[in-house]
């Protein structure tokens, strides 16, 4: 067996993978998307997704929910990313952080239904401070609050990542330089670990834009995305094609997201 035969050998279960489970599904979507409730062939869906206001308004408010969501989070990640790296046990860290990941997301969400509940520990302590009881769960406050905490590990391992592969030589030569931390840190270190920013924001921003158990859950269906419609079109309206149909501007919308984050350099013809 020569070495483009066993090459091929070994692509096959990738390949085959790929045909069954992405673009099958795909094409389905694609197809469903063309038929109405009745089950006739029209584009019916499409013209009502880009002329209705309704779903316009969705789509800004999904955009606006996730980059919400994602700017909190690389708030929060980039110094906590870069305090981590710096410790002694950083492999401990990073263990401690992937742990939370491995906790299903509706176990996670019922466990902030109590914690936020009006009489969870949060309003227990708000009462014993003087402030009194609020209302903080089914808020944009509590699903941004919540959608915030499951995709921090997400991007807080890209920033760690990219910030361990820095040479260390580089920081040094700053100090000998005359930097100081700051200087360093915006010179340095930030620049040479923007490519795990990308990928943290890609791995926060894609999934925030199709969110629906924690609207329901943690917004008490008051936060609207293009997750909850396709959701209620595919269970509740029974509207396949309506539902498939914004399935597929999501997955446009996903792949313009990545594009756009994408910093991969192109050679020039004729360059070196």
């Not at 009745?38 to 408010?61: C, H, K, L, R």
């Not at 926060?204 to 997750?227: A, D, K, Q, Y």
């Amino acid at each position: 067996m020569n070495k483009k035969s066993t090459q091929s050998t070994m692509l096959f279960p990738y390949v085959l993978w790929l045909a069954l489970f992405v673009f099958a599904p795909l094409l389905l979507l694609i197809y469903q998307s063309l038929l109405n409730i009745d089950g006739q062939f029209t584009i019916e869906n499409i013209v009502t997704y880009f002329t209705s206001a309704t779903y316009i308004t969705m789509t800004i408010q999904s955009f606006i929910f996730a980059g919400f969501i994602t700017a909190v989070t690389l708030l929060v990640s980039y110094p906590a990313a870069y305090v981590l790296t710096r410790t002694e046990h950083k492999e401990l860290w990073r263990m401690l952080l992937i742990l939370p990941t491995w906790i299903n997301i509706l176990l996670k969400a019922y466990a902030f239904i109590g914690i936020l509940s009006q009489s969870g520990p949060v309003n227990e302590f708000l009462e014993t401070i003087g402030i009194g009881h609020q209302q903080i769960l089914f808020t944009n406050f509590s699903f941004i609050l919540v959608a915030t905490y499951i995709e921090l590990p997400f991007m807080m391992m890209p920033i760690m990542n990219a910030i361990n592969e820095i040479d260390p030589s580089l920081i040094k030569a700053s100090h000998d330089l005359g930097a100081n931390e700051w200087e360093t840190l915006r010179n340095i270190i930030i620049p040479l670990s923007m490519n795990g920013v990308r990928s943290g924001i890609q791995a926060v921003f894609i999934p925030s834009l199709s969110l629906f158990m924690l609207t329901r859950l943690i917004g008490g269906n008051r936060v609207i995305t293009l997750g909850t419609a396709i959701e209620q079109h595919f269970l509740v309206t029974q509207n396949w094609g309506m539902g498939s149909t914004i399935g597929i501007v999501l997955v446009v919308l996903m792949f313009i997201v990545m594009k756009l984050t994408n910093n991969t350099p192109t050679r020039k013809r004729g360059g070196r």
